[in-house]
C-alpha cells in the first residue's frame, strides 16, 4: 500500500530544508540554517526534519532537540510523530518516537550536568535555584559581606544578579558589562566582583546551580576536549528552533560539540529577536555560517502560511521601519478584507471589556476560546481583563505570568523536597525550618551552620537541639525529612510524604487553608506526571506550569479557555484572533527601553512578534489614559498615552481605526466602571492651608 509522502506538503524550499543531507544529499554534512520570517514554516521544517531524518534511520537517542519551553518541544515532538505516522501509515494507537533529549538548553543542560557530574566535580544530587531563590541568595551573601548599606546605593540584589547573569551569559568582562548596561554601577566594580566571588562560593558550598550555571558549566564541560569529543559523540544531531533568541553560551555549546557541523540545525528569523535584554545575540545567527570548520548550507523561506495579506502588511510595515535590515517581506496567497484593527479605547478597564466583549463575538461566530488570545507586554497588564473574565465567566490559562510555584505554600512543599534532596541548600532548609512553630531565622541558621559544618549532614540534623518549645513539631519534621532519605522510596510516595506532613502546618498558618489545600493536591497530581523526584525538582523549576482562571492548575485538554500571554512568551505560536493590550508608548515601546536605540529596536520587534500571531484577526489596543507603575518612589500615575510611535502616520493605511465606545454609547450602564477623579478635594484641602 502507498502512503502520501508527507514531503509532498512543503514547499521546494521547505523541503530542501528537511531532506538536507539524506537521500540525493546523502554526502552533504554541512550545518544548516533555516532563516526567515514569522509563519514561513520553520518550526514546521524543522520538525519535517526530524520525522525525514527518522525515516532514513536516524535514532531519535541520538537527536538532540533544543527549544524555547518544554510546550514547544512536546508540540515538536507530536508534530514530527504525526509526519512519521502519515509516511509510514502507522496505526493510531502505534507508539511516536520519543525524543528523550527535547527540551530547553536550561533543562538538557540540567540532564547532562547530573549525568557527568563525578567527571566535572560537582555533585549529582545538586539542586537548581530559580530566579527568585537566586536573588535571594545573593541578597543574603550581600548581607553578609556588608554590601547591603543602602545608605551608600549599593545596587539591590536584583541588580546585582542580573549583572552577574549577564557577564556569564555573555562572557564579556564585568567592567564592559557594567559600562554598557548598568553604567550608573561602574563605582561598584570592586565591590561587585567580590560579592560574586561570594555567591559563587556559596552556591559551591550549598550544592545548588542557577540557570547560569547549567549553560556555563556545560560549555565549560565541552570546552574540555575530551569530554567534548564524547558528548559530542552521542549525538548525531543537535537541532535548535529559535536561534535568534539564544546567547553567547549556547553557540559555544553548540560549536564545542560539533566542531565540524555535522548534524547542526539550527532556524531562525533575526527580526524577531526579543531576548537581547537577557543576553541573547542576533551575532549567533550571522555568525553562524562561518562558525564551523564546514561552511554552512542556508536555506531562506518566504512564503507565509499563517496570516492574511493585509495582517502581514502591517506587520511588514512595523518591520520594515527598523533600523537594522531585515529579512526580505513576505507573501500569502491569503487574501481577506479585514485589515488589522487599531482600537481606540478611553482606558484600561474599557479596553478589558473591549477585548471580552470581542472574544465573546468570535466565539458566537464559531471560533473557539482556545483560537483565541490576548497578549501583553508585562504580566501585570492583564490584571484588569483578569478581572473582566472571571466576572463573565469566561475560563483562561495565563502563560508567563505569575506562577503557580510562587504562591507560599507551594514553595514550601517544594522546599522540604528540595532539602530532602540537597540537605546543603540553605534557601531551602531555611524556610523549612521556619516551617515548625518556635523555630525562627536564628535556630534555622544554627541548625543550618551545624548542618554545613558536619560531615554528614542528615546525622547532624537529626541531633539537632531545637528550643524546647518547638521540640514536639521539630521531631515532626525531622522523622519526615529521615524518612525521605530512605533509598527505597518510590516517587512520588516522597510527595505524598511531605503533603501528609505539611497539611496540618497549612491549617495553623492561614485562614484560606482550604484553598491553598487544593493547590497542594494539584502539585501533588503534577508531581505523578514526573519519573523521579530529581526530574520533578529540576523540571518544574525550569519550566513551571501556567496559572489559570479557577487557580486549579493546568487544564484538562478538551477544555476550552482564552489563552492570556506575555508577548515573550507567545514566542512561535498562532491563533485565529489576537488581540495585544496596551499598543501605546511607555508599554510598547516601555518607558524603561528607550534609554538607546537598541533597547528601542528590541521593542519594535516585539511589536513585530505579537503582530505576527494573528492568522486572521487581529486587534491591536489603544487605552487612552494608561497607568503607569513607578518602581523609582514616585508612585503610580496615570498617564495620556498616544499610539505607539512605532505605527506611524505612513502605516495608519494599513489598520482600520475604530474608537470605543461611540459617542453614544458611552453612557454609564450597569457595569459602569470606577472613573477617574476629575479633582482631588484633599489636594484642595491642603493648598488652602498653605
Ligand atoms: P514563527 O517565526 O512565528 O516561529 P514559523 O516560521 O516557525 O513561525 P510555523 O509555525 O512552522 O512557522 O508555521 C506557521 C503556520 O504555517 C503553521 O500553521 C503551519 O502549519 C503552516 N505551514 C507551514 N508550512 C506549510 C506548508 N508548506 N503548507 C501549509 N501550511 C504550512
Ligand atoms: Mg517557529
Redesign the pocket.
Known amino acids: 500500500m502507498q502512503y502520501p509522502d508527507p514531503l509532498e506538503?512543503?514547499?521546494p524550499q521547505?523541503r530542501e530544508a528537511a531532506t538536507h543531507g539524506t537521500g540525493e544529499t546523502a554526502g552533504d554534512t554541512r550545518p544548516l540554517l533555516v532563516i526567515?520570517g514569522?509563519?514561513?514554516?520553520?518550526?514546521?521544517?524543522l520538525a519535517h526534519r526530524v520525522a525525514n531524518l527518522i525515516r532514513h534511520g536516524a535514532d531519535p537517542q541520538r537527536m538532540m532537540l533544543l527549544t524555547f519551553s518544554r510546550r514547544a518541544a512536546q508540540e515538536m515532538e507530536r508534530r514530527a510523530g504525526s509526519v512519521l505516522q502519515k509516511a509510514l501509515g502507522l496505526a493510531g494507537t502505534q507508539q511516536m518516537p520519543n525524543l528523550p533529549w527535547s527540551g530547553t538548553f536550561h533543562a538538557i543542560g540540567a540532564r547532562l550536568l547530573r549525568e557527568y557530574a563525578p567527571r566535572i566535580g560537582l555533585e549529582e544530587n545538586f539542586t537548581i535555584h530559580d530566579r527568585g531563590d537566586a536573588e535571594d541568595l545573593i541578597g543574603m551573601v550581600r548581607h553578609e559581606i556588608g554590601f547591603s548599606d543602602t545608605k551608600k546605593r549599593f545596587p539591590l540584589k536584583g541588580t546585582c544578579l542580573g549583572i552577574y547573569s549577564r557577564v556569564m551569559n555573555t562572557r564579556e568582562p564585568l567592567h564592559l558589562v557594567l559600562q554598557s548596561v548598568y553604567p550608573w554601577c561602574t563605582q561598584w566594580e570592586d565591590e561587585l566582583k567580590k560579592l560574586f566571588g561570594a555567591y559563587v562560593e556559596a552556591k559551591q558550598q550549598q550544592n545548588v546551580l542557577d540557570y547560569d550555571d547549567l549553560l556555563a558549566f556545560w560549555a565549560d564541560m565541552v570546552a574540555e576536549p575530551t569530554l567534548a569529543e564524547e558528548i559530542g559523540a552521542r549525538f548525531d544531531h543537535l537541532l535548535v528552533d529559535e536561534y535568534q533568541d539564544t546567547n553567547r553560551l549556547q553557540a559555544e555549546i553548540l560549536l564545542a560539540m560539533k566542531p565540524t557541523g555535522q548534524g547542526v540545525t539550527v532556524v531562525g528569523?533575526d527580526a524577531?529577536s526579543i531576548y537581547a535584554f537577557r543576553g541573547a545575540t542576533v551575532r549567533n545567527i550571522l555568525d553562524f555560517p562561518r562558525q564551523f570548520t564546514q561552511e554552512a548550507r542556508i536555506v531562506t523561506l518566504e512564503r507565509n502560511?499563517?496570516s492574511t495579506q493585509p495582517i502581514l502588511d502591517a506587520s511588514n510595515a512595523v518591520i520594515a521601519a527598523a533600523r537594522e535590515r531585515h529579512a526580505k517581506d513576505l507573501f500569502t496567497d491569503k487574501a481577506s478584507s479585514n485589515r488589522a484593527q487599531l482600537v481606540l479605547v478611553p482606558d484600561e478597564a474599557q479596553q478589558a471589556r473591549w477585548v471580552a466583549d470581542q472574544v465573546l463575538r468570535q466565539r458566537e461566530a464559531g471560533s473557539t476560546l482556545k483560537a483565541q488570545s490576548v497578549l501583553f507586554r508585562a504580566s501585570h497588564h492583564s490584571a484588569a481583563l483578569e478581572l473582566e473574565l472571571a466576572r463573565r465567566n469566561i475560563p483562561f490559562v495565563k502563560f508567563g505570568g505569575l506562577k503557580f510555584l510562587e504562591a507560599a505554600h507551594i514553595k514550601d512543599v517544594m522546599a522540604v523536597l528540595r532539602f530532602a534532596h540537597n540537605p546543603r541548600g540553605r534557601m531551602a532548609g531555611f524556610r523549612v525550618a521556619q516551617l515548625v512553630p518556635g523555630i525562627g531565622a536564628a535556630t534555622a541558621t544554627r541548625l543550618l551552620d551545624a548542618m554545613a559544618e558536619a560531615s554528614d549532614p542528615h546525622q547532624a540534623l537529626q541531633a539537632f537541639e531545637p528550643p524546647a518549645a518547638a521540640k514536639a513539631e521539630w521531631t515532626r519534621l525531622a522523622a519526615l525529612l529521615a524518612q525521605l532519605q530512605e533509598p527505597g522510596l518510590a516517587w512520588p510516595a516522597d510527595m505524598e510524604l511531605a503533603k501528609t506532613w505539611y497539611l496540618p502546618m497549612l491549617e495553623r498558618m492561614h485562614d484560606d487553608a482550604q484553598v491553598r489545600k487544593l493547590d497542594v493536591e494539584q502539585l501533588a497530581r503534577l508531581a505523578a506526571g514526573y519519573a523521579s523526584r530529581e526530574r520533578f525538582l529540576t523540571e518544574l523549576t525550569l519550566d513551571p506550569p501556567e496559572v489559570t482562571s479557577d487557580q486549579s492548575g493546568p487544564p484538562l485538554r478538551d477544555e476550552d479557555y482564552l489563552i492570556l500571554s506575555t508577548i515573550h512568551s507567545a514566542k512561535?505560536q498562532?491563533w485565529k484572533a489576537v488581540h495585544v493590550l496596551n499598543v501605546v508608548d511607555g508599554c510598547i515601546p516601555s518607558d524603561m527601553a528607550t534609554g538607546t536605540t537598541e533597547e528601542l529596536e528590541e521593542e519594535r520587534r516585539l511589536l513585530y512578534v505579537a503582530m505576527?500571531r494573528a492568522k486572521e484577526h487581529l486587534h491591536l489596543l489603544v487605552p487612552q489614559r494608561f497607568y503607569v507603575s513607578q518602581q523609582a518612589g514616585g508612585g503610580d500615575r496615570h498617564v495620556y498615552a498616544g499610539r505607539t510611535r512605532f505605527i506611524t502616520e505612513a502605516m495608519l493605511a494599513h489598520f482600520e481605526q475604530l474608537a470605543w465606545p461611540q459617542a453614544d454609547a458611552a453612557h454609564a450602564g450597569a457595569h459602569a466602571q470606577p472613573q477617574a477623579p476629575v479633582m482631588q478635594v484633599r489636594a484642595r484641602a491642603r493648598a488652602a492651608w498653605r
Open positions: 506538503s512543503l514547499n521547505q526567515a514569522a509563519g514561513s514554516g520553520k518550526t514546521n521544517t528569523d524577531q502560511y499563517r512561535g498562532e505576527t
